[in-house]
């Protein structure tokens, strides 16, 4: 199985600008490798362009220019097959009937990732393994300082370099034997994930939001509305930028700290999860405009702003991302997730089956009209959904 690993670099002042030289010069590759393409597509012959011619060119184009001579040739393959695959994402939106979003020039400042294809190639990971300090070796950059915080298992295939504001990452691909499975505890849950609550399970818990976008909120506006007082171009404009960045990756990295933790208490209690299959795209939609018949040009109230701020707790719970980590924690540790459908979880009793509107209430309560059963609303959608993974999982052909 391939796992990634992200460790810190500490690179000098020396090695910082070659790192941002590396990112400039494969940005200029991008750039112009896109320009070949659309120039070529809108001559009069509608010639195509694609990966092989270009990268067939690499040759000619580091003889002639000494800055793209200095860094790996396979690194640059790999720059042009980004590009390629960027084109090839294009096309198949369009066949599809997608929006196409047709690739776009990228701006230095915005191209943060040069990946190296193979360790050893341009690239060599733990380049001095006589010092106690791991570092990589980067062509062109040198034997960068790594911060280490945890073992890499198996064999190294691929490293990236990724810029994240002031900070600098070397991210690897590991291949690696697949970990032996934890010791079956024969318990099964089912989980309703929330707003109040991150989440609830079948045996009555509960896992409290942590909110960390509403928390950085206040922190976030402030900066952003000195962001808009900012001249462009200015010195004070950079480092505000700058300050927004950090705030957003703090949050980020809240989130995802918050997602790995609530994810693996569940794998190692449990062999069996079960899940609710959440469009969360569908469900943070904007509500569609209401016209008003009488006045034309005019719109009725449509609860738009209410849906946003709903929208807004979605996106900081971070559902999502919780589940596809629960999902590869789960396949690593042998235990089995499945979704299921979320239709009528908090509103069925699950004493006596009596599914009705009526059953809930409020947000939190649930009572059933029919037998007089009360509990939580999230922990009565916990036990649906459980009692219907376990049925699904019983009706899977062997």
């Not at 190296?116 to 380049?127: E, H, L, M, V, Y």
């Not at 994810?263 to 939609?285: C, G, P, Q, T």
């Not at 499945?338 to 649930?366: L, Y």
């Amino acid at each position: 199985m391939i796992r990634a690993y992200k460790f810190l670099i500490r690179p000098t002042v020396g090695q910082e600008q070659q790192l941002a030289a590396m990112l400039r010069d494969h940005c200029t590759l991008y750039n112009a490798a896109l320009q070949e393409r659309r120039d070529a597509y809108r001559h009069a012959s509608k010639t195509t362009v694609r990966y092989g011619q270009q990268s067939a060119q690499l040759k000619d184009i580091r003889a002639l220019d000494p800055d793209q001579a200095r860094w790996s040739f396979s690194s640059q393959q790999t720059t042009l097959r980004r590009l390629d695959k960027a084109f090839a994402a294009f096309f198949r939106r369009v066949k599809t009937g997608e929006k196409p979003g047709y690739p776009r020039f990228r701006s230095h400042k915005r191209f943060d990732t040069v990946e190296f294809p193979k360790d050893g190639d341009g690239c060599r990971w733990d380049s001095t393994p006589h010092d106690p300090v791991t570092r990589v070796r980067l062509q062109g950059v040198g034997h960068v300082r790594v911060h280490q915080h945890r073992p890499v298992i198996g064999t190294v295939k691929t490293i990236s370099v990724k810029r994240e504001g002031r900070r600098w990452y070397v991210i690897l691909t590991a291949d690696q034997a697949q970990p032996e499975p934890l010791q079956p505890t024969g318990s099964a849950v089912g989980i309703d994930m929330g707003i109040v609550n991150f989440l609830a399970d079948s045996n009555g818990e509960f896992v409290p939001n942590p909110r960390h976008g509403a928390k950085a909120a206040a922190a976030l506006e402030r900066a952003q509305q000195a962001l808009s007082r900012c001249k462009r171009g200015s010195k004070r404009r950079r480092k505000v930028v700058e300050t927004v960045a950090r705030l957003h990756r703090k949050v980020r990295h809240q989130r995802l700290d918050h997602a790995h933790k609530t994810a693996l208490d569940l794998v190692r209690d449990h062999d069996f999860i079960a899940h609710e299959d959440l469009k969360i795209r569908s469900m943070s939609k904007a509500p569609a405009p209401k016209p008003d018949p009488d006045r034309p040009g005019n719109f009725l109230p449509n609860g738009a702003a209410a849906k946003a701020g709903l929208n807004r707790s979605i996106a900081d719970a971070g559902w999502g991302v919780f589940l596809a980590i629960l999902t590869a924690k789960a396949e690593c540790a042998g235990r089995e997730v499945m979704a299921v459908d979320p239709r009528n979880t908090s509103r069925r009793c699950p004493a006596c089956g009596h599914t009705a509107k009526e059953n809930r209430p409020t947000q939190e309560k649930f009572h059933c009209v029919s037998c007089g059963h009360s509990a939580h609303a999230d922990t009565v959608g916990a036990i649906n959904v459980l009692r219907a993974g376990l049925v699904r999982r019983e009706a899977r052909p062997a």
